[in-house]
């Protein structure tokens, strides 16, 4: 089992529409969540970083939350653009010494964006 | 894809042969990655460096080897002892200070063997 899971698999919306994309975790203790945008073809790019002790950061109209308490985390994605059609991936980075520290990655949701 | 350049973007090679895939960064960032990504899976660490002239194995190095003479330079090398090397390879960097810096991916090299 994937140490962070990552829900829906894919989702189709409408664009101007708003989304919400979920990412749970088992990774502990963890240092940071991270949330990566991914266009076809292409490397990933940072969205956010949250540490463990942050609740929410927003990045334009990405606004990612988390609760270290659930180990869940959310992507929410307001006014959709067709531009906003990529995979977002969620990364944790492991604590632990023992191994290494690092990085666990999920598999993604694949979101398309329609006109 | 910031300051970090993969070469080529697509590369074709016959089964059996090395092949060595170029990442360039001028970021000068300390710490540099290669990932591999496969249809269904997250990205799986290959190798990484933290400095000049040294480099740790990742979750999946058989098959591979990397060098690290240049900060600015980490390429990877797919060798014929890698079983299924068809795949999306990225290289990324890091400035290492600290566990919340951000890594910067390259646009990635597609490498197909046939």
């Known amino acids: 089992k994937n140490q962070v899971e990552q829900s829906p698999q894919s989702l189709i919306i409408l664009e101007g529409k708003n989304c919400t994309l979920q990412c749970n975790y088992t990774v502990s203790p963890f240092s940071n969540l991270r949330w990566y945008k991914q266009d076809t073809g292409r490397g990933p790019v940072s969205l956010t970083i949250?540490?463990?002790s942050e609740n929410t950061k927003s990045n334009g109209r990405y606004t990612a939350t988390l609760d270290a308490d659930t180990k869940q985390s959310s992507l929410h994605i307001t006014a959709s653009q067709l531009s906003d059609s990529a995979s977002y991936i969620c990364v944790v980075r492991d604590d632990n010494a023992g191994n290494n520290r690092k990085l666990i990655w999920g598999l993604g949701t694949s979101l398309a964006v329609n006109p | 894809d910031g300051g970090i350049t993969q070469s080529p973007k697509y590369l074709f090679r016959k089964e059996g042969q090395n092949v060595t895939l170029s990442c360039e960064q001028n970021?000068?960032?300390?710490?540099m990655y290669w990932y591999r990504q496969d249809p269904g899976q997250g990205l799986r660490l290959i190798y990484y460096?933290?400095?000049?002239?040294?480099?740790q194995k990742g979750d999946i190095a058989e098959g591979y080897s990397v060098s690290r003479e240049k900060k600015e330079s980490f390429p990877l090398t797919v060798t014929s002892a890698q079983k299924n090397p068809t795949a999306f390879y990225l290289c990324?960097?890091?400035?290492?200070?600290?566990?919340?810096?951000?890594?910067?991916f390259g646009p990635g090299t597609r490498l197909t063997v046939l």
């Open positions: 460096s933290q400095i000049v002239n040294d480099f």
């Open positions: 970021l000068n960032h300390d710490a």
């Open positions: 949250m540490t463990f």
């Open positions: 990324a960097s890091r400035l290492d200070r600290g566990p919340n810096n951000e890594q910067f």
